[in-house]
């Protein structure tokens, strides 16, 4: 076995694998146990948790702090957007296609789901036509202080961008607080590695829940439309961000590699943010300036969960389908620019997507909010697929964004992979078929023709 290989499984990715089926165990051997399991996940998340305000300030702050022209930060931005926009749309199109074809709620027989307490009140109290003038109202905190006592990642966001401009403005008299904040950033990330190691504490606990709560009723009456999110996820996954890595030459199932740790973190504890610290440094070490990691990845969780998007038109439509409600052409188009909306600020922690998808179906006036009751038991067990397709979706849009906006250095990106997988193994596909034919080995720091010139090692 290579001996990246063999580093890289006799790690963490070893430890949270054996505790993932460990977990799955203790749920079908002793399920009243298991549920109790649930404080340890929820635990290791809080430390995650903990520190993320910090870091996504000080990264974001110190990312602009760097750069002399402005304009740079508002192309970086507005390339962000653009691609969050078209890709969150097209999975929500994709999910809509393949719930109409497979309708898995034709037939269903809701009285095999049990009804499960519920108070729906707290998933109806916002009418969802409010939502998005919500989200950029509050976009803007009341203050500061309040965004990181909330750990409101949306205006910690925009506080850092703002107060990183003013930084850029004051110009050489700054540069002592950022020389602070480089500092304290050292000091967060050292704290978020000490975390990670109680990772598989966390994923053994969130298995262990999540099998010995709901059990396997419940997964067997649901077991159609939960096989469907899962299949369309890996679809959206291997056929659009596929498509969209390599036609900015990269490969896809190589990035995933790379960022392999991360996904399986994220599979286990069903929350994207328990790897975000982690992912800015991966990404920046790729190749991504830190305006760009610092700017993209955060607010695509925000602004970019293409699998809570997926979720959400399925959802949707099965309950349709399973209360017999037949949806044309025109209120399944109504529904999806509904979607556009109220998808957008749709959190990262595993359940905030059935809130969203609450206020969805309140605002159609057509779909049965009590609906939410049918897929309540596996909404859980839909948000690994969910997450996972979340944060791949994420890590390429930061890649693609740094490459749209000239912010990606592609000689740091081979020597990131060199170092990941050992020589021999190019992050550019260019590259790849042109040492298949030669057969020589490739030099990591070579940048490739028609990338932008490489950037500084610091790529800031």
């Known amino acids: 076995m290579p001996i990246a290989i063999r580093r890289r499984f006799s790690g963490l990715t070893a430890q949270v694998i054996t505790a993932l089926i460990a977990g799955a165990a203790l749920g079908v051997l002793w399920p009243d146990l298991a549920v109790s399991m649930q404080v340890v996940s929820d635990t290791f998340i809080k430390l995650i948790k903990m ?28 390339y962000a957007l653009l691609y969050f926009e078209i890709v969150s749309t097209l999975a929500l199109i994709i999910g809509m296609v393949v719930v109409n074809v497979i309708r898995p709620g034709d037939g269903f027989d809701r009285s095999r789901v049990g009804a499960p307490a519920v108070d729906l009140s707290k998933y109806t109290s916002t009418p969802a036509g409010k939502y998005m003038s919500e989200i950029l109202t509050n976009i803007v905190p009341d203050n500061a202080v309040a965004a990181f006592a909330k750990g409101d990642l949306l205006q910690i966001v925009f506080f850092a961008v703002v107060f990183g401009c003013a930084a850029v403005l004051v110009g050489k008299r700054a540069q002592p607080f950022v020389v602070v904040a480089q500092a304290a950033n050292d000091v967060l990330f050292q704290l978020v590695a000490m975390i990670m190691r109680l990772a598989p504490l966390g994923a053994f606990g969130a298995m ?11 997964i067997l009456a649901l077991g159609y439309l939960l096989l469907g999110v899962y299949i369309t996820c890996a679809l ?29 973190i994220v599979f286990a504890t069903c929350s994207s943010e328990s790897v975000l610290p982690r992912l800015m440094t991966k990404l920046n070490r790729l190749g991504c300036s830190k305006p760009s990691v610092g700017l993209v990845l955060p607010t695509g969780y925000s602004f970019n969960a293409d699998g809570n998007a997926i979720y959400y038109s399925m959802g949707a439509l099965f309950i349709a389908q399973a209360y017999g409600i037949d949806m044309g052409f025109g ?44 897929i309540v038991g596996i909404d859980r067990l839909m948000s690994e697929a969910r997450t996972v397709t ?71």
């Open 51 to 78: 520190v993320i305000p910090p870091i996504a300030f000080i990264t974001i702050f110190i990312g602009i702090a760097g750069v002399s022209d402005l304009k740079k930060v508002g192309r970086v931005g507005g």
């Open 208 to 218: 262990a829940f999540t099998v010995g709560r709901y059990g396997i009723g419940s």
């Open 331 to 374: 209120q399944q188009l109504s529904l999806l620019l509904l979607l556009l909306v109220t998808s957008k600020g749709s959190g990262s922690v595993a359940g905030s997507g059935f809130v969203v998808l609450a206020a969805t179906l309140s605002a159609t006036h057509i779909l049965p909010v009590e609906g939410l009751l049918l």
């Open 390 to 460: 979340n944060i791949i979706g994420n890590s390429l849009a930061t890649v693609v964004v740094a490459k749209m906006s000239g912010e990606f250095d592609p000689a740091a990106a081979e020597i990131a992979y060199a170092e990941a997988f050992g020589p021999g193994v190019p992050f550019h596909l260019s590259r790849s078929r042109r040492h298949a034919a030669t057969g020589a080995q490739p030099s990591a720091r070579l940048a490739v023709e028609g990338e932008p010139a490489a950037l500084s090692t610091e790529r800031a």
């Open 236 to 264: 959206f996954v291997v056929v659009v961000l596929g498509a969209i890595a390599r036609a900015y030459g990269f490969s896809l199932f190589r990035f995933i590699r790379y960022v392999g740790e991360e996904v399986l």
